[in-house]
C-alpha cells in the first residue's frame, strides 16, 4: 500500500479552468502538507494542516484552498489557473508538527497549465 | 527567517567517484539538519538527518555531519553508484517552531555515469 497517494499524477488544462488534487495518507498521521516545486527544483511549503485545522498559509494566492475532510485527507482546490501554477505539486504527512519529524511525500502531481 | 542554501548544481561524477555536495544554512537557535531524496518521478525521501551539534547521519553510504561552527551539514558519499543519480535536498526545521515545517535548499542535481 502506497503510504501517501495523490491523483492524478499528470494534469493539463487550460488556463482560467479550475481543478483539484487529491491526497491520501495511511499512517495514521496528524499533519499534512501540500509542497510546490517550480520548474528548477525549488521546493516551497504552501499549506500545513494539524488535525483538519490549518496551521499554515504561506504568501499563497487565495486561487489555491486546501480542504481537509478528515485528517487522513488534504485536497487542493485551484480556481481560476494561471500559466504561473504549472509545477509539480506534492503532498506529504507527519506524525505531528514536531520539527524533527521525518516527512513521507506522494509521487507529485504534474500540473501544465496551457 | 531559516534557510538553507545548497551548491549549485547539476553534478555530473564517474561511477565510484566521491560526491560532496555543500549545505549552509542559517536559522535561529538549534535547527534539525536534513537530507532528502528524490528519485526521477517520485516523490522526496528522507535520507539522513541530525538533531544536535557534531551529530552525524548516515544511510546508504551517505554521511553528513553538523558543524555549529560553520553552519555546514556538507552530504558525502565515498564511491558513487549510477543507482545514486537523483536530486538531492538539504533542509532545516527550527527546533523552537511547531508550527514551521521544513525549509528546503532549491535542490542539487547528481548524475552518475557508468
Known amino acids: 500500500d502506497t503510504a501517501v497517494s495523490q491523483t492524478p499524477k499528470y494534469l493539463v488544462t487550460q488556463m482560467g479552468n479550475d481543478k483539484s488534487i487529491k491526497c491520501e495518507q495511511n499512517l495514521g498521521h496528524d499533519t499534512m502538507y501540500w509542497y510546490k516545486q517550480d520548474s528548477k527544483k525549488f521546493l516551497k511549503i504552501m499549506f500545513s494542516y494539524n488535525n483538519k485545522e490549518l496551521i499554515i498559509n504561506e504568501t499563497v494566492p487565495n486561487r489555491f484552498s486546501p480542504k481537509s475532510p478528515d485528517k487522513a485527507h488534504l485536497n487542493l482546490h485551484i480556481n481560476s489557473l494561471e500559466l504561473g501554477d504549472s509545477a509539480v505539486y506534492f503532498c506529504?504527512?507527519?506524525?505531528?508538527?514536531?520539527?524533527?519529524?521525518?516527512?513521507?511525500f506522494g509521487s507529485g502531481t504534474q500540473l501544465s497549465v496551457l | 527567517g531559516n534557510s538553507v542554501t545548497q551548491m549549485e548544481g547539476p553534478v555530473t561524477l564517474s561511477e565510484e567517484a566521491f560526491l560532496t555536495i555543500n549545505c549552509t544554512y542559517t536559522a535561529t537557535g538549534y535547527p534539525s539538519l536534513f537530507w532528502y531524496v528524490q528519485y526521477p518521478g517520485e516523490g522526496l525521501q528522507l535520507l539522513l538527518k541530525?538533531?544536535?551539534?557534531?551529530d552525524k547521519g548516515s544511510n546508504k553510504g551517505f554521511e553528513a555531519t553538523y558543524r555549529k561552527e560553520t553552519t555546514s551539514f556538507h552530504l558525502e558519499k565515498g564511491s558513487v553508484q549510477v543507482s545514486d543519480s537523483a536530486v538531492y535536498f538539504c533542509a532545516l526545521s527550527g527546533r523552537n517552531s511547531g508550527n514551521t515545517p521544513l525549509v528546503f535548499g532549491k535542490g542539487t542535481r547528481l548524475s552518475v555515469i557508468a
Open positions: 541530525a538533531t544536535k551539534a557534531d
Open positions: 506529504a504527512s507527519s506524525q505531528d508538527r514536531t520539527p524533527n519529524e521525518k516527512l513521507f
